[in-house]
């Protein structure tokens, strides 16, 4: 099956999967079907496009990993990119696996040579608020809803969305901004924002911007923080094409090129100097070749 083939197939078979789902259920609701016809349905059509969707699956990361070469979180990035119908229960799982990793205390790609910065602190209060929120709802659930099997589901559903808040910072503690003796990686959670060589950073520079709180775009300037102001000003030499974690209807059809960025760390001074000294070497080593 030729590439173009097995991601139509694919996509396909998992709308179908969501389709009859949804069917099923709505006609649960309805009354027109029982439980036991619910299991039927399951183990004789959503069962085996599930185990076909899986197959495929497996085929489809096979494809991408011979024709691309991509491996690890690459691939998955890439995955989820291709599929809409897997987007978002890769980015939960993702989301998810943050705070296992944050447990762990690792942090991606921070190693021999490359330094992490992180840009999550000023945002902690938001975990503090839902964890109040999640126990005053759990409370509430407990007086006010009278069925035993109710009262379960909201609670787990209460506590599945506090863990995927927490994923979503955690994804940010986990994910730092980083910087080696060559390239300046700029991340927005998983989401790779900006990659460029250290030789095409023209300034670096501390600053105290006030203006923005949320992540933004403004002509060829992006801007990334949240709840906190920016106390970083980056300028390229070349402008940079980004990923900026805004809405696409806030982005150029052709995609978004920098030309500076702000942004916010936990420690600029120390962001700044990681960036001119590896900058300098980067220099000194280019004009000696």
Known sequence: MTPRALKLTHRILLSTILVVAASVLVLHLAGVVSRPVILRLFLTVELPLILAALVLSLWRVRQIRHATGVRGTALVAQLQEEEPALRAAISELRTLMSLIILLRGRRNGVRSGVRG???????????????????????????????AWLRIVLLVVAIYALLLVLGVLASRVVNPHLVSEERLVLKWGHKTVLDTPLSNVETVTAVSDHSFTQPTVENRRMVLTSLTSTNVKITFVNPVHAKPPVSKRHLPAGGFVAHEVLLY????????KAVSESSQTTAAQGAKA
């Not at 999550?120 to 126990?135: D, E, F, H, N, R």
């Not at 760390?265 to 700044?272: E, N, R, T, Y």
């Open 117 to 147: 910065f992180s840009y999550a602190k000023g945002s902690m209060s938001v975990p503090i608020v839902m964890t109040v929120l999640t126990v005053l709802e759990a409370a509430l659930i407990h007086l006010l809803v009278p069925w």
């Open 265 to 272: 760390v936990a420690d600029p001074l120390d962001f700044v």
